[in-house]
């Protein structure tokens, strides 16, 4: 809650400083998940090929290493899937005639985005490499009816001094625009604001709240209008 706040605070004092229009995914290229390399607690899948028994399932230690049958510990932070899958490989073939090695990351766990404002479950979610700020709200279980989709605030770097982008969500989900959609990298944040109209909804709840029980008044009053024109 305490980040959530502090987040909510930044973002109210971008409206003053600014934002830049995001216009195409090729303005912010995707980090792709051949460039991911692994840190700690990454989960990875170590299969040894003819040696199947050899096969582990793992997680990077906090020192960057992984402890793995007959070669022990190996160094796995900072180095590729497919990097370590060949490092591996040499290791193996001290023991084994002609092994194949290959390193799935089954779990994204170094790495975070987050996702906050008109989405179901805010929150912090892993960052698998290559997404986009649309995957990430489906990711938080989609928007909610209040959301303004026109308007998508995505943060990056540091918050005392961070890069604040104007995402156009609405031409993404209605027009299927998807180049307008914008790819993330490790930290970043998304924030999906309120519409007009909710944010009039929550204020009549703020006024409303002490009398809710004698008025019968349901906490979804925001939630009057048509989720077509909403956002």
Request: net charge neutral; charged share 20%.
């Amino acid at each position: 809650m305490r980040m959530q706040l502090l987040l909510l605070a930044l973002l109210a004092g971008c409206t003053a400083c600014g934002t830049t229009r995001g216009s195409t995914i090729h303005e912010y290229p995707a980090a792709r998940v051949e460039t991911y390399r692994l840190q700690a607690p990454d989960e990875i899948e170590v299969s040894v090929i003819p040696q199947e028994e050899l096969t582990r399932l793992v997680v990077i230690r906090p020192d960057g290493k992984i402890s793995l049958p007959l070669i022990g510990d190996v160094m796995a932070q900072g180095l590729t899937p497919m990097q370590l899958s060949e490092k591996l490989t040499d290791e193996y073939s001290k023991y084994v005639k002609n092994p194949s090695v290959t390193v799935i990351v089954t779990g994204f766990n170094s790495k975070k985005i987050y996702v906050i404002g008109e989405v179901f479950r805010q929150g912090a979610f892993p960052y698998t490499g290559e997404m986009t700020v649309f995957q990430a709200v489906q990711e938080a279980g989609s928007f909610t009816r209040r959301a303004s989709l026109g308007r998508v605030i995505l943060v990056r770097g540091q918050l005392e001094n961070p890069q604040v982008i104007d995402v156009n969500l609405k031409d993404v989900v209605k027009r299927g625009l998807k180049q307008k959609d914008l790819y993330l990298q490790p930290y970043d944040i998304v924030y999906v604001p309120p519409n007009g109209f909710a944010k009039t909804g929550y204020a009549i709840e703020q006024v409303l709240f002490p009398f809710t029980p004698i008025l019968g008044v349901g906490r979804d009053i925001g939630y009057v209008r048509d989720l077509g024109d909403t956002f």
